[in-house]
């Protein structure tokens, strides 16, 4: 339920049965923490309200308080709350924080882009390990965090096997943070599936102990560490792990991680041996054609199961093109394509256009953001598109 649909004071102060889920999703709706105090009545008399959604509102600590104590009602059922956005400080932790211990309900939490700060984030993680929430998602982004709370975080990694989403990225956590972390991670107790640590100033030098985790963590499935300084050393050592038969990670993000054509022979011996990898983005990299073939030969081996590639912005030209077209044409399990922001030139373009127009294509997405091609070129895109409308060309 948006709040623009239907006001939270509804005529009579009528609300949908209480055995109905209930959802209110109220980002960017200029709430302030005077708005907290209907929001506090609704979450105490509505145990159907499972979702409340108000980032994007400058609710700030006194607000947040207001809604804690609806919280910690008893008739309080709630299983997911976002507060992105909402201005909350280290004094929005401390009114958080007995809210949360009293609330096993609570699966989903989403604290991104607030300046909380190490000291807060710690007591967080501390109020978590406590608590009796059986948390399955937790969401940190641009936090202010840095290596000296990871310690704590780590703690929760290791005491709540609930807890399989957590994202820490666009936060100053480093290397060092990075094997705090990962003692966390390594806990047999932890069942971590989706780790997000994006422009987390992580080296290669972090790479040996996320290579044992990707090796290792039997839960894991979903990894992005994109827009981290790992280069070819790095890769190569995630490579390694990724070529463990004990590896299930299926969704791997490496986009912008200082890559070149020098790493790209690791990536095609993955690819090789590696049955259970869907999904990698590995754009934003200066691979080359070069190293688009390297992969390409992987991608092309029997073992590979990869369902999407992303190429976007990797140096690659026209020269690529026809092995692309035969990825395309021979690579059942691969249904989308990204070559985006790539200089292709319309006689890359019209290869694979032919690739398209092939009777055995098993590409359904073709994303080709960016790419210049001429007038005649785009015709006969269109013409195309109309005569094989199940393959979708993005642009």
Same mark, same amino acid.
């Given at each position: 339920?948006?709040?623009?649909?239907k006001?939270?004071q509804?005529?009579?102060?009528?609300?949908?049965?209480?055995r109905?889920?209930?959802?209110?999703?109220l =980002?960017n709706?200029?709430?302030?923490s005077?708005?907290?105090?209907?929001?506090?009545s609704?979450?105490?008399a509505q145990?159907s309200? /499972?979702?409340?959604d108000?980032g994007g509102n400058k609710l700030? /600590?006194?607000?947040?308080?207001? !809604? *804690?104590?609806?919280?910690?009602n008893?008739?309080?059922?709630?299983?997911k709350l976002?507060?992105?956005?909402c201005?909350l $400080?280290?004094?929005?932790?401390e009114?958080?924080?007995?809210?949360?211990?009293?609330?096993?309900?609570?699966?989903?939490? =989403?604290l991104?882009?607030?300046?909380l700060?190490?000291?807060?984030v710690?007591?967080?993680?501390?109020?978590?390990?406590e608590?009796?929430?059986?948390?399955e998602?937790?969401?940190?982004?641009?936090? %202010? &965090?840095?290596?000296?709370s990871?310690?704590?975080i @780590?703690?929760?990694?290791?005491?709540k096997?609930?807890?399989?989403d957590?994202?820490? %990225?666009?936060?100053? &956590?480093?290397?060092s943070?990075m094997a705090?972390?990962?003692?966390g991670?390594?806990h047999?107790?932890?069942k971590? =599936?989706k780790?997000?640590?994006w422009?987390?100033?992580?080296t290669?030098?972090?790479?040996?102990?996320?290579?044992? !985790?990707?090796? $290792?963590k039997? $839960?894991?499935?979903e990894?992005?560490?994109?827009?981290?300084n790992l280069?070819?050393?790095g890769?190569e050592m995630l490579?390694?792990?990724?070529?463990?038969?004990?590896?299930k990670?299926?969704e791997?993000w490496?986009r912008?991680c %200082?890559l070149t054509?020098a790493c790209?022979?690791?990536?095609?011996s993955?690819l090789?041996?590696?049955k259970?990898?869907?999904?990698?983005y590995?754009?934003?990299?200066?691979?080359g054609?070069?190293?688009?073939?390297? &992969?390409?030969?992987g991608?092309?081996?029997?073992?590979?199961?990869?369902?999407?590639?992303?190429?976007g912005?990797c140096?690659?030209?026209?020269?690529?093109c026809p092995?692309?077209? $035969?990825?395309m044409t /021979?690579?059942? @399990?691969l249904?989308e394509l990204?070559?985006s922001?790539?200089?292709?030139s319309?006689?890359?373009?019209?290869?694979l *256009?032919?690739a398209?127009?092939?009777?055995? *294509?098993?590409?359904q997405?073709?994303?080709?953001y960016?790419?210049?091609w001429?007038?005649?070129?785009?015709?006969e895109?269109r013409?195309?598109?109309?005569?094989?409308?199940?393959?979708?060309i993005?642009?």
């Amino acid at each position: 339920m948006h709040l623009s649909e239907k006001s939270l004071q509804s005529s009579g102060g009528a609300f949908p049965s209480p055995r109905l889920p209930l959802s209110f999703r109220l =980002q960017n709706c200029n709430l302030t923490s005077a708005s907290c105090e209907t929001l506090c009545s609704v979450l105490s008399a509505q145990p159907s309200l /499972t979702n409340l959604d108000v980032g994007g509102n400058k609710l700030g /600590t006194a607000g947040v308080k207001v !809604l *804690c104590q609806g919280m910690m009602n008893s008739n309080c059922k709630l299983q997911k709350l976002q507060l992105e956005y909402c201005e909350l $400080t280290a004094d929005s932790v401390e009114a958080l924080n007995p809210a949360l211990q009293s609330k096993p309900s609570l699966k989903e939490l =989403q604290l991104s882009n607030n300046t909380l700060g190490d000291t807060a984030v710690k007591q967080l993680c501390r109020g978590l390990v406590e608590s009796s929430c059986n948390l399955e998602s937790l969401h940190l982004e641009n936090c %202010g &965090i840095t290596s000296d709370s990871c310690r704590e975080i @780590s703690a929760v990694l290791s005491n709540k096997s609930s807890l399989i989403d957590i994202s820490v %990225g666009d936060n100053k &956590i480093g290397d060092s943070g990075m094997a705090l972390l990962c003692q966390g991670l390594m806990h047999p107790n932890c069942k971590i =599936q989706k780790l997000w640590l994006w422009d987390c100033d992580l080296t290669s030098a972090s790479c040996k102990d996320l290579s044992r !985790l990707i090796s $290792t963590k039997d $839960t894991l499935k979903e990894i992005s560490l994109q827009d981290n300084n790992l280069r070819d050393s790095g890769m190569e050592m995630l490579c390694e792990a990724l070529k463990d038969p004990r590896s299930k990670v299926q969704e791997l993000w490496v986009r912008e991680c %200082g890559l070149t054509t020098a790493c790209c022979k690791a990536i095609s011996s993955a690819l090789s041996m590696n049955k259970n990898l869907k999904i990698l983005y590995v754009g934003e990299n200066k691979l080359g054609d070069a190293g688009a073939e390297l &992969i390409c030969e992987g991608l092309l081996h029997p073992n590979c199961n990869l369902q999407f590639l992303c190429l976007g912005n990797c140096n690659l030209t026209a020269a690529s093109c026809p092995t692309f077209a $035969t990825i395309m044409t /021979t690579k059942q @399990s691969l249904t989308e394509l990204d070559l985006s922001y790539n200089p292709l030139s319309d006689e890359g373009v019209r290869k694979l *256009c032919e690739a398209v127009r092939n009777p055995s *294509c098993y590409v359904q997405h073709l994303i080709l953001y960016d790419i210049y091609w001429s007038s005649e070129v785009h015709e006969e895109m269109r013409a195309l598109e109309e005569s094989k409308p199940e393959v979708k060309i993005i642009s």
